[in-house]
T-cell receptor, first 112, second 114 residues
Framework: DAGITQSPRHKVTETGTPVTLRCHQT?????MYWYRQDPGHGLRLIHY???????DKGEVSDGYSVSRSKTEDFLLTLESATSSQTSVYFC???????????FGPGTRLLVL | GDSVTQMEGPVTLSEEAFLTINCTYT??????LFWYVQYPGEGLQLLLK?????DKGSNKGFEATYRKETTSFHLEKGSVQVSDSAVYFC?????????????FGKGTKLSVKP
């Protein structure tokens, strides 16, 4: 299995608070992605990174920001959490865009 | 834009039955195609992939063939087991636009009864 971890694995927070999720990899892969998974929607891309300090928006980026200061870490921040951001968040990595992505175990976030 | 459509679930089968989960796609260019599996409470695991037309991906008894003429990538297994119960996602790699983003189908839940 690819060396990819996510923290925290579970989090409960209140509306309006900032939340940061961390994705950490030990594979030295260039590309990293944040997805959210919701019933009836499959997985949807939030943001992605194609190198240190190189990031871009995905399909559902509103209300989220990301940072990547080191190859191994990709942070997802909810600036002011809303109930609509209750979801399961997955990080994925790949060395090359034509190859498969490898997923972390996920973070289950509940916004009350 | 690119999209993936897979059959609605849930699918319930008896052990040793034949499995087909249909997947069709719309894409510009020639994407790579993937099947991922998600067991309860876990992340997605790559099951198999195909990178060009007529390629057959296979793993753990599952197979899928990249059919360009029908834009399909159907997942098959000859004899399912209870341990195959999971949600299966078909996906394609979007080579234009977001770099290497995966476009997913909505998933098909498979339940295998003993």
């Amino acid at each position: 299995d690819a060396g990819i971890t996510q923290s925290p694995r579970h989090k409960v927070t209140e509306t309006g608070t900032p939340v940061t999720l961390r994705c950490h990899q030990t594979e030295n892969h260039r590309y990293m992605y944040w997805y959210r998974q919701d019933p009836g929607h499959g997985l949807r891309l939030i943001h992605y990174s194609y190198g240190v300090k190189d990031t871009d928006k995905g399909e559902v980026s509103d209300g989220y920001s990301v940072s990547r200061s080191k190859t191994e870490d990709f942070l997802l921040t909810l600036e002011s959490a809303t109930s609509s951001q209750t979801s399961v968040y997955f990080c994925a990595i790949t060395p090359d865009i034509v190859q498969a992505q490898y997923f972390g175990p996920g973070t289950r976030l509940l916004v009350l | 834009g690119d999209s993936v459509t897979q059959m609605e679930g849930p699918v319930t089968l008896s052990e040793e039955a034949f499995l087909t989960i249909n997947c069709t796609y719309t894409a510009t260019g020639y994407p790579s195609l993937f099947w991922y599996v998600q067991y309860p409470g876990e992340g997605l695991q790559l099951l198999l992939k195909a990178t060009k037309a007529d390629d057959k991906g296979s793993n753990k008894g599952f197979e899928a063939t990249y059919r360009k003429e029908t834009t399909s990538f159907h997942l098959e297994k000859g004899s399912v087991q209870v341990s195959d119960s999971a949600v299966y996602f078909c996906a394609l790699s979007e080579l234009g636009g977001s770099q290497g983003n995966l476009i997913f189908g909505k998933g098909t839940k498979l339940s295998v009864k003993p």
